[in-house]
């Protein structure tokens, strides 16, 4: 029961200026297109072979032995996760039982963006920004490379990757100019807050 790679929930030109159809075109197509490959190539046979990805994530995570499959299966997961954390028009501020959830547990909006804006500038090397649920608070967080708030026991709500692939031919080494047109222009706060309301 492989894998498959979704294909993005948006047309590869419809994040443009602020993500490019290049960069979508190579991003999705060959870096999301090989961790699927390879995890699938790594479970075939195995006993995760019909696990939701999800659970073979959780089960493996920090086993060093298993740290190839974790990282293709992870890199699977958060990418896909990542597409929907974005879409055309998006941006600005969420609205309803998000908004006020973000203002209960930050103190409000500008508090959140400014820990969101940290947590994406400081990873240092290759990760995520993520916001998530953590028993019932709203927090941000960052993980190294692969590894995602799953393996935490934390529900993920979105996430924005820090990875030089992710920015690098639109804002090449300037990552807080692309962590800040993520926030203002593509970020899908429907999307973070479906999953809020699914926690």
């Given at each position: 029961m492989a894998y498959e790679l979704p294909p993005l929930p948006y047309a590869y030109d419809a994040l443009e200026p602020y993500v490019s159809k290049s960069t979508l075109e190579f991003h999705h197509d060959k870096h999301h297109a090989a961790y699927v490959s390879k995890y699938n190539d790594a479970v075939k046979g195995t006993d995760h072979d019909?696990?939701?990805i999800e659970d073979v994530i959780k089960a493996i995570a920090g086993d060093s032995s298993q740290q190839g499959l974790f990282n293709n299966g992870a890199q699977a997961w958060n990418h896909t996760f990542y597409w929907n954390s974005m879409k055309p028009g998006g941006g600005g501020t969420p609205a309803g039982d998000?908004?006020?959830?973000?203002?209960?547990?930050?103190?409000?909006?500008?508090?959140?963006?400014?820990?969101?804006?940290?947590?994406?500038?400081?990873?240092?090397?290759?990760?995520?920004?993520?916001?998530?649920?953590?028993?019932?608070?709203?927090?941000?967080?960052?993980?190294?490379?692969?590894?995602?708030?799953?393996?935490?026991?934390?529900?993920?709500?979105?996430t924005m990757d820090v990875w030089e692939h992710a920015y690098y031919l639109d804002y090449q080494n300037k990552r807080p100019d692309y962590i800040d047109s993520f926030l203002k222009n593509v970020v899908n706060w429907d999307f973070a807050a479906s999953n809020l309301a699914a926690a």
């Open positions: 019909s696990k939701p998000l908004a006020s959830k973000i203002d209960a547990d930050f103190g409000g909006f500008d508090k959140f963006v400014e820990e969101f804006k940290n947590a994406g500038a400081t990873q240092f090397g290759s990760g995520w920004a993520w916001l998530v649920l953590d028993n019932g608070t709203l927090k941000v967080t960052k993980t190294l490379n692969a590894d995602n708030p799953l393996t935490a026991g934390q529900v993920p709500l979105l």
